[in-house]
């Protein structure tokens, strides 16, 4: 008993520091409402199981949610339940950023300062999501 209480509480920790390092950096996400994806992840939990097989580059990883269990396809990158197809999965590597293919690259030591204009659609783009963060 007191060796399996002791293997518990290591991988309970594993677990937790699995999912501290993941929080930032890879999010799973399943599609609402057919193909569009919307702001639904998968708990931290499945989110270490999924991404742990992803990485392992396994085909598939069984996971449970709501007492239903279901199987990710990673070829596919589809989400099953023992019915059937329920929805599209989608990974987000929360690291990368994508700069508008119009940006001119920079070199890596180099800084180029743009003034836009309030006026500028792209000012828009840019200050309305960035202010729903401050």
């Known amino acids: 008993p007191i060796y399996e209480i002791v293997s518990n509480a290591a991988e309970t920790a594993r677990i937790e520091r699995r999912v501290a390092e993941l929080k930032d950096r890879v999010r ?6 057919g193909a569009s994806f919307t702001d639904i992840p998968f708990d931290d939990l499945t989110n270490v199981t999924i991404e742990d097989a992803y990485k392992d580059k ?5 996971i449970c949610e709501r007492g239903r269990k279901l199987t990710v396809d990673f070829k596919t990158m589809e989400l099953f339940s023992s019915g059937g197809m329920l929805t ?19 070199s890596k030591d180099k800084v180029m300062l743009v003034e836009i204009k309030a006026t500028d659609p792209f000012y828009r783009q840019v200050a309305d999501p960035f202010q729903k963060t401050c």
């Open 58 to 62: 396994e085909r598939k990883v069984y």
């Open 88 to 106: 599209k999965v989608m990974r987000t590597d929360l690291t990368k950023v994508d700069f508008p293919s119009f940006w001119t690259p920079q």
């Open 28 to 33: 799973w996400f399943k599609a609402r409402g």
